[in-house]
C-alpha cells in the first residue's frame, strides 16, 4: 500500500526547526500557532517525536535532526518538479556572497551557466572575508554564502554544506626569495581573512618572526605584492594564480591545515531562484573541473 508524505507538513516542521518556534514558524507561513501545532502533531504521529519541548524554544530530538536533512531535500525536489510543470520563467533576485580568492576561481564558470539558464535572474555578487559572510548570512543580508573553514569546524548552531575540502599553501613568487628573509613578510588580504589565525599560529608555534607586509582588502594588490616578491601570503592549492608558485613546507615554513569550502543558506524558506542557483553550485561543484582543481 503506498504511502504519500503531506508537503505542507514538512513546510511547517522544516520552518518551526529554523526559528525554534512554533509561533515564529506560524507568522512566516502565515498560519495561527494552532494550525502549526495540529500539523506538527500530525507529523509526529507518523514519525515519533520531532521536537524536545522547553521554556521558551523548541529543540530538535535526534530523530528530529535526522528527519530534517531528509525533509529539506524532499521539499526541494517537489517545488523542482513543480517547476518543471509550471515551466514557468525564474526570476528574481540572488544575493550570493564569496571570499575575494573564490570570486575568481570557483564562481565564474557557475554563474556563467546559470545565467544562461536564467537569464530574468538577477544576481547580487558580495565580496567579503569568510567571518563577515557568515554574518551577513545569519542577519539574512544574503541567501547564500560560499565560506572558507578549517575541516570540522561548525559556525555556531548553523552547519554548512560541506563542498570541497583543499589544501592551504605558502604562495610566493616563482624563484623568488622572500620566503628566506626574517622576519617573513606576509601579505594577507585583510584582518578579517579567515586564514590569518590559522596562518599566524602556525607561525608561532616554529617559532618564526613574522611581520605583516600588506593588508588591504584587494585580492589584486595582495597578488601584485606577492608577484614583486615582496611577501608571501597563504591561499587555498586550488586558487593559485598560474603566475605564482607553491612554496614546500618544511624547516622554514610551517605545514597548514586543510580548508573547507562551505555552503551557507539563509535561514527558512528561500524562493525559487535561490533554490536553483543552489543547485547549480552543487553541481558544479561536483563537476570534474572544480573536482581537479579542490584537489590539485
Known amino acids: 500500500m503506498a504511502r504519500n508524505l503531506d508537503v505542507a507538513l514538512l513546510r511547517t516542521f522544516v520552518a518551526v526547526a529554523d526559528?525554534?518556534?512554533?509561533?515564529?514558524?506560524?507568522?512566516?507561513?502565515?498560519?495561527?500557532?494552532?494550525?502549526v501545532s495540529q500539523q506538527i502533531a500530525r507529523l509526529?504521529?507518523?514519525?515519533?517525536?520531532?521536537?524536545?519541548?522547553?521554556?521558551?524554544?523548541?529543540?530538535?530530538?535526534?530523530?528530529?535532526e535526522r528527519f530534517l536533512g531528509k525533509a529539506r531535500r524532499l521539499i526541494v525536489l517537489n517545488d523542482e518538479l513543480w517547476a518543471d510543470m509550471a515551466q514557468e520563467p525564474i526570476n528574481g533576485l540572488v544575493r550570493l556572497g564569496a571570499?575575494?580568492?573564490?570570486?575568481?576561481?570557483?564562481?565564474?564558470?557557475?554563474?556563467?551557466?546559470?545565467?544562461?539558464?536564467?537569464?530574468?535572474?538577477?544576481?547580487?555578487?558580495?565580496?567579503?572575508?569568510?567571518?563577515?559572510?557568515?554574518?551577513?548570512?545569519d542577519n539574512g543580508a544574503l541567501d547564500l554564502a560560499l565560506v572558507e573553514e578549517p575541516v570540522g569546524?561548525?559556525?555556531g548552531k548553523s552547519h554548512g554544506e560541506c563542498l570541497a575540502v583543499d589544501r592551504l599553501v605558502w604562495v610566493g613568487a616563482k624563484g623568488g626569495t622572500a620566503h628566506l628573509k626574517t622576519p617573513l613578510p606576509v601579505s594577507m588580504v585583510a584582518?578579517?581573512?579567515?586564514?590569518?589565525?590559522?596562518?599566524?599560529?602556525?607561525?608561532?608555534?616554529?617559532?618564526?618572526?613574522?611581520r605583516t607586509m600588506f593588508e588591504s582588502g584587494s585580492i589584486d594588490a595582495t597578488h601584485a605584492t606577492i608577484r614583486a616578491d615582496l611577501a608571501v601570503t597563504a591561499w587555498l592549492a586550488s586558487t593559485v594564480p598560474t603566475d605564482l608558485g607553491i612554496l614546500p613546507f618544511g624547516e622554514r615554513l610551517p605545514e597548514l591545515p586543510s580548508f573547507a569550502i562551505n555552503l551557507y543558506q539563509t535561514k527558512g524558506q528561500i524562493p525559487r531562484a535561490v533554490s536553483e542557483l543552489l543547485q547549480q553550485i552543487r553541481h558544479s561543484v561536483s563537476s570534474p573541473l572544480i573536482a581537479d582543481q579542490a584537489i590539485a
Request: with cysteine; hydrophobic share 45%.
Open 99 to 137: 571570499p575575494y580568492d573564490l570570486v575568481g576561481t570557483w564562481l565564474p564558470p557557475i554563474l556563467k551557466t546559470f545565467s544562461q539558464a536564467h537569464p530574468q535572474v538577477e544576481i547580487k555578487l558580495v565580496c567579503l572575508a569568510s567571518p563577515e559572510l557568515l554574518t551577513a548570512v
Open 191 to 210: 584582518e578579517t581573512c579567515a586564514f590569518r589565525p590559522v596562518v599566524l599560529q602556525a607561525l608561532g608555534e616554529v617559532e618564526l618572526p613574522w
Open 44 to 64: 509526529e504521529d507518523l514519525s515519533g517525536a520531532l521536537f524536545i519541548r522547553e521554556r521558551k524554544t523548541l529543540r530538535l530530538t535526534p530523530n528530529g
Open 19 to 35: 526559528h525554534a518556534s512554533m509561533t515564529a514558524a506560524g507568522n512566516v507561513l502565515h498560519l495561527t500557532q494552532s494550525a
Open 153 to 155: 569546524k561548525s559556525h
